[in-house]
């Protein structure tokens, strides 16, 4: 390779970190992991013993320096250093660069020995003095199948013993990566479950399966987390699968298990003695054991097959709302039960019930007035991010609306409608209304205008069936599909949402509402207030030709404006504009999945810490994307 053929001759400027006299620091184009850098002399020399000793010393000084800056962005535990001189060192490019790498807790499963690991077999002379040699070469150099460490993991010891070392960033780690997940314990409460729950939904929404066996021994069982359980198989009813096993008199039902594939026969297993529970999954002392399949097959498939006996066995029934009603009446009526299954409640931090803010108070003060005077529907304008949801969730929490209708036009949104509701109504019983769900005699059903819209549908509800009808993202409401819902049914009191009133094609969205405007917020007003984040905003000029992309069904082609969009000189100056004015983390909106991947692989090989969160299978992790955004883990979100 001649020096005009060289990458490190010609560098990327988005990729360099420092420049010194002699040196320069860059972003490594194919990192191991994040803030990997290399160090390089600017001259083109090919090895460490052929530079100067001035280049040397330039080199040492740089590599403390981007150490330092590597440190302020990604705060790493340790680091590797290494040169390769000549191709039978691993060597690729013949220009002299060290690589700099962080590292991190739980990166690899056994960390010890280091840069030996070029040797792999000769890496951790530590672990051969431990089994013995006779093992080093059966020994697998990585799980077969199965990640054994997931990042986030904090590490890959096969002990957890809870207390300074919880339970619970070991279970997030493995959700956030598995394609199945299999738990069973005899105890489940409504916090435990909600410090899983996101992650649950993560796995479930990029295509994974979920298996939950639980139990009613001793009754420890919270009836609100059931419900909580039955709603996430009402939102995913392909893929979660919730049972419930019944312990017969004088018995006893008390495993604790999370099993995690990313391939049928192969994956990780814990078997330990942490419930489904906030105390024993985060603060409790609980030791709980991994098992990893690739280095324990028998063990694994023995946890996995005993599994499926407890899953499909004839003492467990499919979770509904009836087996929960007539568990709730034992639960109250100790009387019902031999004594030996009489357990006093678990002393769980109970989820305080949540309160409006002032804007929303305000709104439910101007709904309280607009039916006390008369009107049974109104439209309620709330900027995005005050809470239109939690709104209507405060409101119909009264004694006259025992039933609710809950209609928006995209499932994503009944789903997060769902969980939202459910923090207000802890013992109701929920269910969906769309294509591919129908549990139309819920207390509150949740119901995609694309099916309940339909005249087969529609009828099969009585006109008075809902005392609460709420009508989502209010603004589409003028389409025939809502007109006929809206004519159709008779609630009590109807209440229309929307950020968005305005409507460019004239229609009449206040007379569908009783030409009832009962309360209007801004954004403004909500920044005013301190309920909405303030903000600059920058116009930057943009050169895609707009012209030139297709206008179908009223909005660009999504192929053709992707395609105008996922470019390398508009992501370098979106780069750009990020390092002038982004600060120190930042969501960025992209048109469409592909854009977005497009977007966090060009910022990752930047140096930057990125994830991109859509709705497609390969979407990273959104709850714990936006769990390390909120925690300075991540510099940008798309």
């Known amino acids: 390779m001649t020096a005009p053929e ?10 360099i970190i420092g420049v010194t006299p002699l040196t320069l620091s860059l972003w490594d184009g194919f990192p191991v992991s994040r803030g990997h850098a290399l160090i390089i002399p600017k001259r083109h020399v090919a090895s460490w013993f052929e530079a100067t000793a001035e280049e040397q010393a330039e080199i040492l000084t740089a590599i403390d320096t981007t150490k330092q800056e590597i440190q302020s962005r990604h705060s790493p535990d340790g680091f590797n250093i290494g040169i390769n001189i000549g191709e039978a060192a691993g060597q690729t490019v013949p220009h002299l660069h060290v690589h700099l790498i962080p ?22 002379y530590l672990a051969i003095e431990e089994q013995g040699p006779e093992h080093v070469a059966d020994r697998p150099e990585s799980a077969d199948g199965y990640r054994t460490t997931a990042p986030g993991l904090p590490h890959s010891s ?31 409460t409504q916090s435990g479950l909600r410090l899983l729950e996101d992650h649950l939904e993560d796995m479930l929404s990029r295509g994974g399966r979920l298996r939950f066996l639980t139990g009613d021994y001793l009754h420890a069982t919270e009836s609100e987390a059931l419900l909580r359980l039955l709603d996430i198989q009402e939102r995913w009813p392909e893929r979660a699968t919730v049972r419930v096993f019944t312990t017969p008199n004088g018995g006893s039902f008390h495993p604790k298990a999370y099993i995690f594939r990313e391939t049928e026969a192969n994956g990780i297993a814990f078997v330990g003695s942490s419930n489904l529970t906030r105390i024993a999954l985060s603060a409790g002392i609980e030791w709980n054991l991994r098992m990893i399949g690739s280095n324990d097959r028998a063990g694994f498939s023995s946890v996995l097959r005993s599994f499926e006996d407890l899953f499909f066995s004839d003492a467990t029934d499919s979770l509904d709302s009836a087996w929960i009603e007539e568990y709730a009446g034992r639960k109250k009526d100790p009387e019902k039960s031999s004594p030996e299954r009489v357990f006093a409640p678990l002393e769980e931090e109970k989820e305080k019930p949540p309160e409006p803010h002032s804007i929303q108070k305000r709104a439910l003060a101007a709904l309280e007035e607009t039916r006390g005077d008369g009107h049974t529907a109104g439209l309620v304008v709330l900027a995005t991010g005050l809470g239109k949801t939690w709104l209507a969730a405060f409101d119909s929490y009264q004694d006259q609306f025992k039933r609710i209708l809950f209609v928006a036009h995209r499932e994503e949104i009944l789903r997060q409608s769902m969980k939202t509701f459910r923090k207000i109504r802890p013992e109701a019983a929920f269910g969906l209304y769309t294509g591919t769900e129908k549990t139309p005699n819920a207390d509150v059903v ?6 309940l819209g339909r005249a087969q549908h529609l009828e099969r509800f009585r006109p008075d069936q809902f005392d609460y009808l709420v009508v989502d993202e209010f603004h589409h409401a003028a389409a025939k599909s809502y007109r006929k819902l809206i004519d159709y049914f008779e609630p009590k009191f109807f209440l229309g949402l929307t950020a968005t009133p305005e409507r460019t094609d004239g229609g009449d969205l206040l007379g569908l509402a009783g030409d009832n405007l009962v309360f209007r917020c801004d954004l403004a007003e909500g920044i005013a207030e301190g309920l909405l984040s303030p903000f600059h905003y920058f116009g930057v000029p943009d050169d895609v030709n707009y012209e030139n992309i297709p206008w179908r069904s009223n909005r660009f082609d999504p192929e053709a404006l992707t395609n105008a969009l996922a470019t390398q000189a508009r992501a370098e100056n979106a780069l750009d504009q990020f390092r002038t004015r982004g600060g120190d983390r930042a969501l960025g909106f992209c048109s469409s999945t592909r854009h977005a991947d497009f977007m966090r692989d060009f910022f990752r090989d930047a140096g930057l810490r990125a994830a991109a969160v859509h709705s497609d299978t390969n979407s990273d992790p959104r709850a714990a994307s936006l769990e390390k955004l909120g925690a300075g883990e991540l510099d940008i979100v798309f």
């Not at 949740?446 to 099916?451: E, K, L, R, V």
């Open 6 to 15: 060289c990458p490190f001759c010609t560098p990327d400027a988005s990729r």
């Open 158 to 188: 096969p002990l957890i013993s809870g207390g300074s070392d919880p339970f619970l960033p070991h279970i997030r780690a493995h959700l956030d990566s598995a394609e199945a997940t299999d738990i069973a314990v005899a105890f489940v």
């Open 446 to 451: 949740f119901a995609s205008i694309q099916t």
């Open 103 to 124: 590292r991190f807790s739980g990166d690899t499963a056994d960390p010890r020995g280091g840069v030996r690991h070029v040797i792999p077999s000769k890496a951790n």
